[in-house]
């Protein structure tokens, strides 16, 4: 009897020892990967997830109403003040503007005022219709305008230049829901009103 209880606490010691010993991540040499992986993981629910709900009717047709609605896409960040810089707007012809700094990524929003004439303002975005760039201090800039013409974004990120990386679909992604912000809302600019003038105008003296 007592050889028998002496035989079975052996072998509760083996079985407790190889449990305790047992490491689930065995072979993985840096275990971080695995916390890495499962961030990334609800990164990208959180982003699906915000998909479903960001709309730009909660937020004004206004620079500081897509400043929030880019924020609240995950696109910029606006929480620390020492990461966002007010650019020199004027030299685009823009009302205002601030650049978004988030680690490799810069993200810089623009408004423009449409109630007063400005060629610089006209210059610069015909030149971004036409060749998606504008030229400032001799640099060519890549850039976007929102489907209502009120606003221009200019995106970058040194990853983002590989098409097949996921930070290049993170810009172009921020690129559409850029360009979509308002695109509905229905009101014309001044260029705008001034071409349907010119197009009926055009229309009449045909007739």
């Not at 020892?17 to 629910?45: N, R």
């Amino acid at each position: 009897m007592k050889r028998v209880l002496i035989a079975a606490l052996a072998v509760f010691v083996i079985a407790l020892s190889f449990a305790s010993c047992y490491d689930p991540d065995a072979g993985i040499k840096d275990k971080s990967k695995i916390a890495s992986t499962t961030a990334a993981d609800s990164a990208t629910k959180a982003t699906e997830a915000k998909a479903k709900t960001v709309s730009d009717s909660k937020y004004s047709d206004t620079y500081e109403g897509l400043r929030d609605y880019m924020k609240a896409w995950g696109y910029i960040k606006t929480d620390d003040q020492n990461n966002i810089v007010k650019m020199q707007a004027d030299k685009i012809g823009a009302e205002k503007g601030y650049k978004y700094i988030d680690g490799d990524t810069r993200v810089e929003l623009y408004s423009f005022n449409f109630t007063k004439d400005n060629s610089t303002r006209d210059k610069v975005i015909e030149s971004v219709k036409s060749n998606g760039t504008f030229t400032l201090y001799g640099e060519t800039i890549p850039a976007y305008l929102s489907d209502n013409g009120k606003y221009l974004m200019v995106y970058s990120n040194p990853a983002a230049n590989d098409k097949n990386s996921d930070a290049y679909k993170t810009k172009m992604n921020a690129v559409k829901a850029f360009k979509s912000f308002k695109a509905n809302s229905g009101e014309k600019t001044d260029s705008e009103e001034k071409s349907d003038v010119q197009e009926t105008t055009a229309k009449a003296e045909k007739k």
